[in-house]
């Protein structure tokens, strides 16, 4: 199984277009990407929510 990142808004970028051997690999990523901000200060309006999906080989 590969994994991959979608957005909810369907735009691809530099998160998007990457391919991944596990899900702790993509998940990883996001926690680079998400892992500044806190939660009960997040403004989540400024930044794409992200999704790991996984196809089949």
Do not use: W
Not at 18 to 47: H, K, M, P, T
Request: net charge negative.
């Amino acid at each position: 199984m590969r994994f991959f990142i979608t957005r909810h808004d369907g735009k691809e970028d530099e998160v998007t277009i990457q391919e991944f051997a596990n899900y702790d690999d993509a998940y990883d990523l996001l926690e680079d990407v998400y892992g500044d901000i806190c939660c009960s200060d997040a403004d989540y309006d400024d930044r794409p929510y992200y999704e790991i999906n996984e196809r089949e080989s």
